[in-house]
């Protein structure tokens, strides 16, 4: 029964994976001026073990998955409070919790757990209260409660993410768009409140964002540096392991969240292209999953996993090219780190799991 399943694996969606994991191991052994350590090493490692969870994560009865969404919610949000009182220190935040030796980033788990939440509850409610402003309430309060941990971690590129997660769940659900609207308002009302309560460096680094010259020693430094590393490129790139802007370490963080940028400057205008292509088609992927599946759980599971992949790369590709502040999000599968890994990998296992089950026409009583 379950080699059944596995034989019917989407392989097209696990190739892209692996596709993935490898240009993101080749830029970060660029990275290390052509060393597969510390980061390459590690990133295959990791890469490998968590394909191998993905893959008994789409094996799992998905009635389970269904049953105990609410329940892996909670634990989510429970891990993420729990930084506050064991989290550890890193990177002038508290965002990482250690189990077992092992740092764990809750906020990107948490991600998953809302995917799951919101598939759950959709799938249980009528299509028509899916249009009351009173059904909107619970929805919001598993967007909120997390939000609000994050936040105060700080971790503000991860905060946008989960509203803009949310927002798009909410909007492919079927909920009215003059309810967005409203949204957006409230949101612009409260920038002024916003500003006033995130760190002095966050306030910085978004005044920055709007004219990096002002301060091209200080919190500019970042945005400019990546800007003359991507310009530098050109079409076809400087070449493997020639990026002068890294190997002069003019670069900052680029093996986390401006890898994209050393790429761009090694491989050009068409090596970024390249890597957003993939993306594209793997995002294309679960989403033709989503409209096969017979069940608004799965669907809406699909379509917020995608979701996801797609806010990860577009804030990621728009903070390194300087279309928005930068808020430290990293590039899924090719950027080195491994809760951000670790929570790609299971999302994948549930979107395999879908399609694996796409025929399951009711998941009620499971």
């Keep these: 029964m379950i080699f059944n399943k596995i034989k019917n694996l989407n392989y097209l969606l696990i190739f892209l994976l692996i596709l993935l994991s490898f240009i993101g191991a080749a830029g970060l052994y660029s990275a290390a001026d052509g060393s597969y350590n510390p980061w390459a090493s590690r990133h295959l490692i990791r890469f490998y073990v968590f394909l191998l969870m993905a893959i008994f994560i789409s094996v799992i009865d998905i009635k389970l998955i269904y049953k105990y969404a609410y329940l892996l919610?909670?634990?989510?949000?429970?891990?993420?409070?729990?930084?506050?009182?064991?989290?550890?220190?890193?990177?002038?935040?508290?965002?990482?919790?250690?189990?077992?030796?092992?740092?764990?980033?809750?906020?990107?788990?948490?991600?998953?757990?809302?995917?799951?939440?919101?598939?759950?509850?959709?799938?249980?409610?009528?299509?028509?209260?899916?249009?009351?402003?009173?059904?909107?309430?619970?929805?919001?309060?598993?967007?909120?409660?997390?939000?609000?941990?994050?936040?105060?971690?700080?971790?503000?590129?991860?905060?946008?993410?989960?509203?803009?997660?949310?927002?798009?769940?909410?909007?492919?659900?079927?909920?009215?768009?003059?309810?967005?609207?409203?949204?957006?308002?409230?949101?612009?009302?409260?920038?002024?409140?916003?500003?006033?309560?995130?760190?002095?460096?966050?306030?910085?680094?978004?005044?920055?964002?709007?004219?990096?010259?002002?301060?091209?020693l200080g919190q500019g430094y970042q945005l400019i540096q990546s800007k003359i590393a991507l310009g530098s490129g050109g079409a076809t790139g400087k070449g493997f392991l020639k990026g002068s802007q890294s190997y002069l370490e003019y670069l900052p963080e680029k093996q986390t969240d401006f890898i994209f940028t050393l790429i761009g400057e090694e491989f050009g205008f068409l090596g970024t292209i390249f890597i957003i292509l993939i993306f594209i088609l793997l995002i294309a992927v679960c989403y033709f999953i989503s409209i096969k599946c017979f069940h608004t759980f799965g669907r809406i599971l699909a379509l917020g996993v995608a979701s996801n992949v797609f806010i990860y790369v577009f804030m990621n590709i728009a903070m390194v090219s300087g279309l928005m502040p930068v808020v430290g999000i990293p590039l899924p599968l090719i950027s080195y780190g491994g809760s951000v890994m670790l929570s790609i990998m299971i999302s994948m296992g549930l979107v395999l799991n879908v399609e694996l089950n796409y025929n399951l026409k009711k998941l009620h009583n499971a």
């Design 73 to 216: 919610f909670t634990f989510s949000v429970l891990l993420l409070i729990s930084v506050e009182i064991i989290g550890v220190l890193g990177k002038g935040a508290t965002r990482w919790i250690r189990i077992f030796g092992f740092s764990i980033q809750p906020s990107e788990l948490v991600k998953i757990t809302i995917i799951l939440a919101l598939a759950k509850y959709y799938n249980d409610i009528k299509f028509e209260n899916i249009k009351k402003i009173s059904f909107l309430f619970f929805p919001f309060l598993i967007l909120i409660i997390p939000f609000a941990f994050v936040v105060i971690q700080p971790d503000l590129g991860t905060s946008l993410s989960i509203i803009m997660l949310g927002a798009f769940i909410l909007f492919l659900a079927g909920v009215r768009i003059w309810k967005f609207l409203l949204g957006v308002i409230a949101t612009i009302i409260s920038i002024p409140i916003f500003l006033q309560y995130i760190k002095p460096y966050q306030r910085d680094r978004i005044i920055s964002f709007l004219n990096p010259e002002s301060d091209p």
